[in-house]
């Protein structure tokens, strides 16, 4: 099975990528890793295919004229809801899907053997929370479709998904998919964790806590296979944002990832965190 990745032009994703993708190869050197990039960038790119990742250069239905100017800081992370469609995956049944911000610290076998009817993903340790409406419309195909929202919204977290490509490609599901997508990501609150929790809610397999696991949560060094930085991220150490999730082993974790880069890398990030700590 494939594991993929989605970056947009944001040098900082792209470190990040790097480090996710050696901490993989140490665990599993013979795995495929690929990352779909929507950009014309050369050096990003030139960057990717350093690492040994198969690039596949993308133009997604979802882009900039479709999603609001406030998510374009990272609209990379829409590249997920597309995957079915990335002519390098054509001929893959499941793929797992990460984002860049995480970290391998332990082998994937058991994961990576699991074939979900639609997606797997984990719960996100957060309260549950409400949402504007009790339903979300969208037209396909000269169609009205409503999509009913539980109440209160239990999310699991996009940050690790293990998709059924093949079953989203079945009848056009994807496209139907993205109609939804193109239609209320106007009225989402959580990019696009909230459009996949929204419309396939009970379709969802539940994964281990384990497979996708905050630096926050008590058990992530014990317990964790891949640590997620959701939130702050290894060099945003002094903001005030971010304060109530450095705890627990967020510095150890962040020490660890430090360790997969150069000294040239260590110095970029030493600036980028030079900068949560200015007035």
């Known amino acids: 099975m494939k594991v993929v990745f989605c970056i947009d032009d ?27 990039y929507a950009g014309d960038d050369t050096g990003v790119m030139d960057a990717v295919r350093e690492e040994g990742v198969l690039l596949a250069r993308y133009r997604p239905v979802l882009d900039a004229t479709t999603i609001p100017a406030a998510f374009h800081r990272c609209i990379g992370c829409f590249l997920k809801l597309e995957l079915a469609l990335v002519p390098e995956l054509a001929a893959e049944s499941h793929v797992l899907y990460c984002d860049s911000d995480v970290l391998f610290r332990r082998p994937l076998d058991d994961l ?11 719960r996100e340790d957060t309260a549950p929370f409400f949402h504007d409406h009790a339903e979300l419309d969208y037209m396909w195909r ?60 009970k379709r969802i397999t539940k994964l281990d806590p384990r497979w996708n696991c905050p630096p ?16 702050p991220k290894p060099w945003d150490t002094g903001q005030a944002l971010w304060r109530d999730l450095r705890i627990n082993h967020y510095g150890v974790l962040r020490e660890e990832w430090l360790d997969w880069l150069t000294s040239e890398e260590r110095s970029r990030v030493r600036v980028w965190e030079a900068s949560t700590h200015e007035a």
Do not use: K
Not at 216 to 231: K, P, S, T, V
């Open 112 to 122: 990576l053997a699991l074939r979900p009817p639609y997606m797997g993903m984990a």
């Open 10 to 36: 944001n040098p900082r994703y792209l470190l990040m990528l790097r480090v996710a993708v050696r901490s993989l190869r140490l665990l599993h050197p013979d795995i495929t890793c690929v990352c779909v």
């Open 216 to 231: 926050y949560r008590q058990a992530a060094l014990a317990e964790g296979h891949i640590i997620h930085f959701h939130g």
């Open 142 to 201: 000269g169609r009205r479709y409503v999509v009913p929202l539980p109440f209160p919204i239990w999310t699991y977290s996009s940050g690790v998904v293990l998709f059924n490509l093949e079953r989203l490609r079945r009848h056009d599901h994807v496209h139907n998919f993205l109609a939804f997508c193109a239609g209320n990501v106007q009225r989402i609150g959580n990019l696009d964790q909230s459009l996949l929790n929204y419309f396939f809610g």
